[in-house]
Structures are given as structure tokens and as C-alpha cells.
DNA sequence: CTCCCCTTAAACAGTA
DNA sequence: CTACTGTTTAAGGGGA
């Protein structure tokens, strides 16, 4: 106000500004910029926990290709300290391995792991050339159970029982031979093509690889995937007789994959597939029983393709989704890239994290497993005092440190993070926003295990600073906070506000001063910061129109979770893990996580029903506010004030010494 | 393309 | 004077 000579009509021009909004992006899309002091990129980061089984077995992989080079290191006599016994078992030679994928236990993988000998790099890169070696095996034992089955087909078409069935069968399985035969062509092409840049040397255990290959690395299970389309699909035709989809499409698709070409096309198979050992046996199983649903891109009625979600009523509907909605165009090309750079990135997440986690416990001595499981938002106080000691204790510590057992504070955390957002975002010319999108920690099966996340990871909170700021208000006894304290519960919160403290407390002041939903409050000994949730609702109803889908539409309407939810539910659906979109109310996991979403972003449902059902008078936030009038709707001056009871009331506190506990910063808490 | 939201930067004023 | 707190304005990016 007092900066009324300055410009006029300051206050007044602030109250109209605020009346609109109710956006919850995040910081994540708009935020970043490249050009940042300090540069840091937001990172990379997803608590995979959703991922685990998905995750598993590529890590096993991973963790194979890890022990083999670690041998080679020491037959060339390099130091490999941390190695225990279990290699010789494990020694197996990456093609059987790759028949049998449970040749290596979760266990031993995660031991493996916990060793942390290999840099995040070192790992992506790992998992990188495992990915091209486990397609490469993947697709020759595809072949040979493919001629198999094609040989068995033919027998028993020999003995011939229902002639017209066996009719429609052997005209298919002509193409399928043609089919073979291409196939056949072109993988020994690709074969060819992979030996010459040096991706796929037999022997384990190379050197880094570039990671272009990579795509080319996928035309194996590219191909896979259409072999498995066809024979679940004829499987399927020979009992719906509607053959022509199918059948039309994997021609299409085969002949159109010149080897140049067919690189991008069909990623998101093969990511999804590179990745899940299990398709081995899967693969079998299709071929003999029928599992036409179990297409990577179809489950529970609905298309997975990535941002797809269109409902088809039966795999036959589906596959004529897949084939006019997805073709090769260069849309499909791009999503193709997309979730492949998703997947890589999860990848690497999740062996970062599982890493990460176990530095954690080592550090903290705390019996892995852990039962909380915050039933809250984000109610990150519980916790707060535990890990600040490790959290705190280095904002920027070394990148990758064998943590040994008895390290009493071991840096355990940042380090990676940062380096591999770089690096991943070096890697993928692919939209790099999008993969900053997708790796919004969000994909945690649960809260808790974000807030640990954040808390260590310096890893940029999907949040708009309104909702964090609102957070750190309501999770104190009482309501209200000093800016300070605000300042406090940031950097104690989240390892990325340990650093730029001039841009970050600029917005927090900025926020503040905004939006009408934080009421500064005088006080005795100066000021707090409230929230006016009625206000903070006010923002939801927006872009949440209500309706029954509501849920899916908030889920849309955030941009961070979009993208990422659709890669997940991919992941997920293999492992039969329930879609947070859909099912994530009924589990207790999922649904946690799906509540604390919407009550981090949105705000409008939890609180109609829970806290300010009273304070919010009849208006329901949804039906409230039709979609888009809320703009311009110069909302009366006073209605800051109203609900403001519920809060200032509370704002008695001589002080709150109690809550600011701010060892982490020299700021000035004592200040009066 | 436009509108809106969010973030970031920065200027400026008041206060301790 | 300096540092902190608050308020505003403006620019730029991204999503709808």
C-alpha cells in the first residue's frame, strides 16, 4: 500500500489479479530454465517403489552385466573391494540368463546393487547394453519358439481336424512363415548393423556404449511385439474369426520396417518388453493358450498407449484403435521416444533410489523395512527431525559414495540425482520438458517415501509454491507461520531448496504476497502467514469442473502427472498393479498417493469433505464455480477476511519456537 | 493463437 | 547501513 505513489492502484489491481487462478502445475514444466544461476537441473526423479516388480527384472539384469564387468575389472586387476561370494553363482552367461531370468534372486540383485560400485552413469549405461543384449537374446529364443510353434501348427494342421478352422490357419501361417522369413532378414540386418557400431559384442561387460544405438536396439523386440500381436491375435481369430485387423496389421508394420525407419516405431514395446524379462515365459504361454488381452498397450478396456487411455471395448476394438489412432505417423514416433526416454529414465531411477534407500538405512541403522506409511497428504512432520540430520548435513555432497555401514553421516544422497538429471537430459534430444515431466517423483507408492525423497534428493517438488507454502502452514500446530519459518520448513523439506535461497525465498515473498489465500496476520511479536483455504479452494474449481470423472481430470489437469501417469500405468498394468487413475481408491497404496495428490494440487475435494466442510459455506468447490467466468469476477474485497476466523483466532503465539527448529540455516530466526 | 497460471527477477518501501 | 519483510510489476514458459 505504501507504494501507492509509485503506481497507482496497487492494492486494488492486486485484489482483481488474484480472483482467477486455480492452477496446480507444478513447478516442474513452467519453472525450469536452463539459463539458471546455478543450474542446476531439476531432476530426475520418481520413487519407483510402483516400478519395483516391473523394474525387478530388468535389474536383474543390470545387476548381471554389473558382476561381469566387475570380474573382468579384477581379472585385469583392478580393485573391486566390496564384492562377496555370490558372483561365481551368478556368473551366468547372459544368454542363459536371459531364458531364465530368475536365475538371480531379488536378493542377490539388490545386494548386487548395494554394493554401489557402479555410478548412476555407469549403471544406465549398463542397462542400456543390457537392453540391447536381452533383445538380441530375447529374439533369437523368440525365433526358435516361434519356428516351434509354427512347426507344431503345421502338424497338427496335418491332422487336420476341422478343415475350415486349419484353413483360415494355414493361409495365416503362410504369412507367418513370409513373415519369419522377413523378420529373419531383418534381424540379421540389425544383427549386422549392431555389430558394426559396436553395441552388441557378445561378450559382456564392454565399455560404455553411446546411447543412440539404443533405438536401434529396439527393432528386436519390435519385432517380438509383432510376432506376440500375431500369434495372440491368431490365436484369437481362431476363435472369433476376425482375423483381418491383426493380420493386416503386423504386415503393415512389417513391411514397413525398413531398418531405418522401424527404429522409433515401435519403442514403447519394446521398452515396455525390454524391460520385462517375464515376456520370456509370457511369450509361451500366448502362443499356446489364448491371452489376447495381454497385450503392453491394452488393459482394462482402455488403450495404453501413452496419454492414450481410449476405452476399447474388446482386444479386437483395440487393435483397430492401435492401427488408425497410432500408426506410424510422427506423432506415435514421438510418443515412441518419449517413453523410451521414460522408461530409460525409471530405470535409472529406480536403481538410484533402491540405492539410495539402502544408503539410508544404512546409514540410519533402521530395519529395511519400513512400516509407515503416511496416511496423510503430506504430512512430512513426523519424520522431519529424523532425516534432518542426514539430510541436511550435506546439501551437495559427493556423487556416489560406497557407503560403508559405519559411516555416521554418510552423504548419501544429492549427488546422483544431479548428475544423472544432466547427464539423462544430455542423452535424449527428445523434448527434454517432457522428461523433466515424467520424472516427477509422483510414481512413489507412497507419501512418506516421497517426503524421504524430497527431503534427500535434490530434486525439484512438483508443487506449486502456493501448495508448499500452504502445506508448511497447515502442518503447523498452529496454522501460521513466520516467513522464516515458511523459509525453514522449505529447505527442511526439500533438499533442492537447500540451495538459491535468493530465487526461491523471492518466490516464497512473491507467493505470499499474491495470492489471496495467505492472509498475513499482525502479531505480537510481528507477523504470521495463514491460509485462507476457502481461498486456496477457490483456485481448484477451475480446471476441475466438476464431475464424476473428476478424478481423472485432475489427474489430467496436471501437467506433471499426465504424462508420467501414463507411463506408470503401462508399468504398472503388467504387474497388475492398480491404476491410481482408475482403481487407486480401493488400495491402500495407491489411494494414498492418489489422495495426497489431489489434496497437494487441487485441494478442492479433500477439504469439501474433511477440513473446511464448515468453512466453506455450501459451495461446493466443483459445482461451484462454472469453468471459466472465475477470471475477471472481481471478487469482493472482504471475503479475504471472512473465512479468516478459523485462523486468526489461533494466532495467540508469543512464539513458535516450538516449530522453527532451524539448525539448517544461519537465518536470522532470533532476529528481534 | 490467446488466455491463464506459475515461476523468476527485480524494484521499491517499511522496519528492525 | 544492512538485512529482512512485503508488495508489485514484468517477462517468459507452458498448458488448456
Known amino acids: 500500500m505504501m507504494q501507492e505513489s509509485g503506481t497507482e492502484t496497487k492494492s486494488n489491481g492486486s485484489a482483481i489479479q488474484n480472483g482467477s487462478s486455480g492452477g496446480n502445475h507444478l513447478l516442474e514444466c513452467g519453472g525450469l530454465r536452463e539459463g539458471r544461476p546455478n543450474g542446476e537441473t531439476p531432476a530426475v526423479d520418481v520413487g519407483a517403489a510402483d516400478l519395483a516388480h516391473v523394474q525387478q527384472q530388468q535389474a536383474l539384469q543390470v545387476a548381471r552385466q554389473l558382476l561381469l564387468q566387475q570380474q573382468q575389472q579384477q581379472v585385469s586387476g583392478l580393485k573391486s573391494p566390496k564384492r562377496n561370494d555370490k558372483q561365481p553363482a551368478l556368473q551366468v552367461p547372459v544368454s542363459v540368463a536371459m531364458m531364465t531370468p530368475q536365475v538371480i534372486?531379488?536378493?542377490?540383485?539388490?545386494?548386487?546393487?548395494?554394493?554401489?560400485?557402479?555410478?548412476?552413469q555407469q549403471l544406465q549405461v549398463l542397462l542400456q547394453q543390457q537392453q540391447a543384449l536381452m533383445l538380441q537374446q530375447q529374439l533369437q529364443e523368440f525365433y526358435k519358439k516361434q519356428q516351434e510353434q509354427l512347426q507344431l501348427q503345421l502338424l497338427q494342421q496335418h491332422a487336420g481336424k476341422q478343415p475350415k478352422e486349419q484353413q483360415q490357419v494355414s493361409t495365416q501361417q503362410l504369412a507367418f512363415q513370409q513373415q519369419l522369413l522377413q523378420m529373419q532378414q531383418l534381424q540379421q540386418q540389425h544383427l549386422l548393423s549392431l555389430q558394426r557400431q559396436g553395441l552388441l559384442t557378445i561378450q559382456p561387460g564392454q565399455p560404455a556404449l553411446p546411447l543412440q544405438p539404443l533405438a536401434q536396439g529396439m527393432i528386436p523386440t519390435e519385432l517380438q511385439q509383432l510376432w506376440k500381436e500375431v500369434t495372440s491375435a491368431h490365436t484369437t481369430e481362431e476363435t472369433t474369426g476376425n482375423n483381418h485387423s491383426s493380420l493386416d496389421l503386423t504386415t503393415t508394420c512389417v513391411s514397413s520396417s525398413a531398418p531405418s525407419k522401424t527404429s522409433l516405431i515401435m519403442n514403447p514395446h519394446a521398452s515396455t518388453n525390454g524391460q520385462l524379462s517375464v515376456h520370456t515365459p509370457k511369450r509361451e504361454s500366448l502362443s499356446h493358450e489364448e491371452h489376447p488381452h495381454s497385450h503392453p498397450l491394452y488393459?482394462?478396456?482402455?488403450?495404453?498407449?501413452?496419454?492414450?487411455?481410449?476405452?476399447?471395448?474388446?482386444?479386437?476394438s483395440f487393435l483397430k484403435h492401435l492401427n488408425s489412432e497410432h500408426a506410424l505417423d510422427d506423432r506415435s514416433t514421438a510418443q515412441c521416444r518419449v517413453q523410451m526416454q521414460v522408461v530409460q529414465q525409471l530405470e535409472l531411477q529406480l536403481a538410484k533410489d533402491k540405492e539410495r534407500l539402502q544408503a539410508m538405512m544404512t546409514h540410519l541403522h533402521v530395519k529395511s523395512t519400513e512400516p509407515k506409511t503416511a496416511p496423510q497428504p503430506l504430512n512430512l512432520v513426523s519424520s522431519v527431525t529424523l532425516s534432518k540430520s542426514a539430510s541436511e548435513a550435506s546439501p551437495q555432497s559427493l556423487p556416489h559414495t560406497p557407503t560403508t555401514p559405519t559411516a555416521p553421516?554418510?552423504?548419501?544422497?544429492?549427488?546422483?540425482?544431479?548428475?544423472t538429471t544432466t547427464s539423462m537430459h544430455t542423452v535424449g534430444p527428445i523434448r527434454r520438458r517432457y522428461s523433466d515431466k515424467y520424472n516427477v517423483p509422483i510414481s512413489s507408492a507412497d507419501i512418506a517415501q516421497n517426503q524421504e525423497f524430497y527431503k534427500n534428493a535434490e530434486v525439484r517438488p512438483p508443487f506449486t509454491y502456493a501448495s508448499l507454502i500452504r502445506q508448511a502452514i497447515l502442518e503447523s500446530p498452529e496454522k501460521q507461520l513466520t516467513l522464516n519459518e515458511i523459509y525453514n520448513w522449505f529447505t527442511r523439506m526439500f533438499a533442492y531448496f537447500r540451495r538459491n535461497a535468493a530465487t526461491w525465498k523471492n518466490a516464497v515473498r512473491h507467493n505470499l504476497s499474491l495470492h489471496k489465500c495467505f492472509v498475513r496476520v499482525e502479531n505480537v511479536k510481528g507477523a504470521v502467514w495463514t491460509v485462507d483455504e476457502v481461498e486456496f479452494q477457490k483456485r481448484r474449481p477451475q480446471k476441475i469442473s466438476g464431475n464424476p470423472s473428476l478424478i481423472k481430470n485432475m489427474q489430467t489437469s496436471h501437467a506433471y502427472c499426465t504424462p508420467l501417469n501414463a507411463a506408470l500405468q503401462a508399468s504398472m498394468a503388467e504387474n497388475s498393479i492398480p491404476l491410481y487413475t482408475t482403481a487407486s481408491m480401493g488400495n491402500p497404496t495407491l489411494g494414498n498417493l492418489a489422495s495426497a495428490i489431489r489434496e497437494e494440487l487441487n485441494g478442492a475435494m479433500e477439504h469439501t469433505n474433511s477440513n473446511e466442510s464448515d468453512s466453506s459455506p455450501g459451495r461446493s468447490p466443483m459445482q461451484a464455480v462454472h469453468p471459466v467466468h472465475v477470471k475477471e469476477e472481481p471478487l469482493d474485497p472482504e471475503e479475504a477476511e471472512g473465512p479468516l476466523s478459523l485462523v486468526t483466532t489461533a494466532n495467540h503465539s508469543p512464539d513458535f519456537d516450538h516449530d522453527r527448529d532451524y539448525e539448517d540455516e544461519p537465518v536470522n530466526e532470533d532476529m528481534e
Open 299 to 316: 488393459g482394462h478396456g482402455v488403450c495404453k498407449w501413452p496419454g492414450c487411455e481410449a476405452v476399447c471395448e474388446d482386444f479386437q
Open 105 to 120: 534372486t531379488p536378493q542377490q540383485m539388490q545386494q548386487i546393487l548395494q554394493q554401489q560400485v557402479l555410478s548412476p
Open 409 to 419: 553421516i554418510t552423504p548419501v544422497t544429492q549427488g546422483p540425482s544431479v548428475i
